[in-house]
Structure formats: structure tokens, C-alpha cells
């Protein structure tokens, strides 16, 4: 069974009610869609710890992705808010966390709607 994980933007959160992710999850839609037919489940649905948070040195981080490792989780969703609009890259904090996410062994997947 695959285990997975979305990962958003916290500043984001001001905004959204991560019901477009779940909602592409539950119905195996868009990059949620290489799933379907395929024994998956979301462990967990988490947010960086801010743009002005160091991933590497964070303590929070280190908890989360112990947790993540803790749970099995193999691949972690970057929702669509981390990428930054004006420049259409990564943010530089998700492009250090999904590093990290990397080294732990997880699979990182760009997109979830």
C-alpha cells in the first residue's frame, strides 16, 4: 500500500481550506490520478513552517518528518501553493523541505489539483 502525504504553503492557509487537494484525492483526479485502481492512503496533510522558518535547523520540521517517517510515508504531494506565482518556481523553503523530504527517502510528486 502506497502512503502518502500533502504538503502546503502555511502562509497559504490564510486563504484555503485545502478542500480542492482532498477533493482531487478522493475522486483520484489530476496528479492525485496515478492512483486510481492502486491500494493508497493519505497519512497526512501538513504545512511548512513558514517562509521565514529554517527546514533544515526547525525543530518543528524535524518533528513533522519524523513523524512522516514514522508512518511509512513514501511520497509527499507539494500542493499547487507552493509554487510561487510571479516566477513559477518553487518556493526557495519548500525547495530546501522537499530536499530534505528526499533524503528521508520519499518520493516527491509537484501538484495535487
Not at 511520497?75 to 509554487?83: F, K, Q
Amino acid at each position: 500500500m502506497r502512503h502518502i502525504a500533502i504538503l502546503t504553503c502555511l502562509e497559504a492557509c490564510r486563504v484555503c481550506t485545502g478542500a480542492a487537494c482532498l477533493e482531487a484525492w478522493n475522486k483520484r483526479e489530476r496528479q492525485f490520478s496515478r492512483y486510481a485502481g492502486e491500494e493508497a492512503q493519505l497519512n497526512a496533510f501538513l504545512h511548512c513552517n513558514g517562509c521565514h522558518s529554517d527546514p533544515i535547523s526547525d525543530p518543528g520540521i524535524a518533528e513533522k518528518l519524523q513523524r512522516l517517517t514514522a508512518m511509512g510515508v513514501d511520497t509527499v504531494h507539494l500542493g499547487v501553493c507552493t509554487v510561487k506565482r510571479e516566477t513559477g518556481t518553487l518556493c526557495p523553503t519548500m525547495k530546501t523541505l522537499a530536499e530534505r523530504l528526499r533524503q528521508n527517502g520519499m518520493q516527491i510528486v509537484m501538484g495535487t489539483h
